[in-house]
Each structure stands twice: as C-alpha cells, then as structure tokens.
T-cell receptor, first 111, second 113 residues
Framework: SQQGEEDPQALSIQEGENATMNCSYK?????LQWYRQNSGRGLVHLIL?????REKHSGRLRVTLDTSKKSSSLLITASRAADTASYFC???????????FGQGTRLTINP | EAGVAQSPRYKIIEKRQSVAFWCNPISGHATLYWYQQILGQGPKLLIQ????????DSQLPKDRFSAERLKGVDSTLKIQPAKLEDSAVYLCASSLGAGNTIYFGEGSWLTVV
C-alpha cells in the first residue's frame, strides 16, 4: 500500500520559475526522503529529513516537514530544463527501515 | 564510491518463461531491498534483507518470485513463471541500516510478452 501521496500528479512550469511539490502521509515516521527519477533511469536520492527537523536545504532544493499535518514539501528554485523528471517522496516508519513510496509528481520544465 | 550495480538492464521474455536479476549493493551496506516499479507508479517493496536474513517479504508473490542473498552481499531475484503483469522495472537498493539514506541502482527493465 502507498503511504505518501504526492500533489500535484503533474506540474508544468517555465524555466526559471520555482516548482513546489507536496507529499502527505498517514502514519508516524522516522524520516522522509525525496527522490528524483529521470525517464528510463533509477532513483536518485535528493534529501533525507528526519522527524525532528522542520527544514533542510541542498543547493536549489528546500524541503520542509510538518509532522503535525503529516506533510512535506519540496521546493526547487530557479528551475532548469534538466530538472524535468518524476519526484517521489518516501516515508521511513522506523523499525526495519522500509521505505514506502507515493505515486510521484511528474515535473516538466519548459524552455 | 561505486553505486548499486544491477544486471541485466533490459530483458524481454515470453510469459511462462523464467528470468533472474542480479544486484551488487554498495560495499558495507547491510540492508538490501528489491522494489518493483510498474510504469506510472511509485516503487513497491518486494523484499528486504538485513545481511543474509529476510526482514520483510510480505508483498513478494511467493508462488512465482524468489530472492536470495546467500553471503550477505550480492542478491538475486528470480521470477518463474513470468506473467504479463510482471512487466516492470525491478530496482535494487541498499543502505547502511535504519535511519540512513537508501541508494538505488539503475534498475532492470523487464518486458513479458
């Protein structure tokens, strides 16, 4: 069963704009991880945010986590054509560390 | 540092045939995962190993799928006999353990015709 639910399912923006993707989940978590997947490729890890953290940055990426609302967001600033990909959130509920993925957001950056 | 290695990258087989996928995790990673990703969906966990022991195989269709990690390093996922609905990408991943980043390989793309 899927734990995370990404929103929107698809997003199309102009190069240079910011892109925001949201993820909601149902049960308590130890951490939440965001991944990127280019067409025909494997998953590339972007950021891991722990349950006691509220915000993390990595380059043009900013991730927030609100455990009271069971939600997370991924912001990509100053988007580039190379950011075109599917983005997935995955929750780690602890214990044996099993990542449960959502359906993903398909992001298209138009030049 | 070498990443998670998988082979073959692509495989086309007829239904009822068998197929095997191989995975070599990142050196030192005790935890190894096999995920199935159907086109347009998120990955779904099939099986999780801790060293050479199975931690979770609750979503593995055991009538046709099997996996092993005999020496606690490499792993093999086998499908026999394959069905049309097994067409998917099979992703191997590994991590140091609980609370750490999970790294994925490029995947093995299976088409069953």
């Amino acid at each position: 069963s899927q734990q995370g639910e990404e929103d929107p399912q698809a997003l199309s923006i102009q190069e240079g704009e910011n892109a925001t993707m949201n993820c909601s989940y149902k049960t308590s978590i130890n951490n939440l991880q965001w991944y990127r997947q280019n067409s025909g490729r494997g998953l590339v890890h972007l950021i891991l945010i722990r349950s006691n953290e509220r915000e993390k940055h990595s380059g043009r990426l900013r991730v927030t986590l609100d455990t009271s609302k069971k939600s997370s967001s991924l912001l990509i600033t100053a988007s580039r054509a190379a950011d075109t990909a599917s983005y997935f959130c995955a929750t780690d509920g602890g214990g044996a560390q099993k990542l449960v993925f959502g359906q993903g957001t398909r992001l298209t950056i138009n030049p | 540092e070498a990443g998670v290695a998988q082979s073959p990258r692509y495989k086309i087989i007829e239904k009822r045939q068998s197929v095997a996928f191989w995975c070599n995790p990142i050196s030192g990673h005790a935890t190894l995962y096999w995920y199935q990703q159907i086109l347009g969906q998120g990955p779904k966990l099939l099986i999780q190993f801790q060293n050479n022991g199975v931690v979770d195989d609750s979503q593995l269709p055991k009538d046709r799928f099997s996996a092993e990690r005999l020496k606690g390093v490499d792993s093999t996922l086998k499908i026999q006999p394959a069905k049309l609905e097994d067409s998917a990408v099979y992703l191997c991943a590994s991590s140091l353990g609980a609370g750490n980043t999970i790294y994925f390989g490029e995947g093995s793309w299976l088409t069953v015709v």
